[in-house]
């Protein structure tokens, strides 16, 4: 027996997708689904992250509160470390790279010009501020201008 190669795509098609809805409700559980009159433990999110051997249950308040305070000073950190970036109206790439070079951004401007030009990007770039990480590479620092 001969099969076509559209009939082999549908029954590989319908097998990926069977495949991934069988997996979309093997995570759905009681828990998330609300089911009422089921008696089923509550589970914290510090339970699933730390093993339970190892922090004591009177603790697990105080261990929520210091995942989220870690969380949030994590976010400051992050924010406080964006610093600008101003590209000038009319700059050309050259004249970007070297305000890149001279803020410290990149170690070396003629890498900047010769990945902005392989991938024809000269003239993409538009006049505003940036928000840039410190220590980013010239390939990041290049999709953050674009955007």
């Not at 998330?32 to 339970?47: F, I, N, R």
């Not at 970007?96 to 990945?115: C, H, R, S, V, Y």
């Amino acid at each position: 027996m001969k099969f076509s190669r559209q009939y082999l795509f549908g029954v590989g098609s319908g097998l990926i997708l069977s495949a991934l809805i069988s997996l979309l409700f093997m995570m759905t559980t009681p828990e998330s689904l609300g089911t009422v009159g089921v008696d089923t433990p509550q589970k914290s999110s510090a339970d699933t992250i730390v093993p339970e051997e190892k922090v004591p249950p009177e603790n697990s308040s105080s261990d929520e509160t210091q995942t989220q305070a870690q969380t949030q000073t994590q976010a400051q950190v992050q924010a406080q470390a964006q610093k600008s970036f101003e590209i000038p109206r009319g700059a050309s790439a050259e004249k970007i790279a070297q305000l890149l070079q001279d803020g410290g951004w990149i170690p070396n401007k003629e890498e900047f010009l010769t990945k902005v030009k392989a991938q024809n990007l000269e003239k993409r770039f538009k006049a505003g501020t940036y928000k840039l990480t410190p220590g980013l590479s010239t390939d990041n620092i290049i999709q953050q201008l674009l955007q």
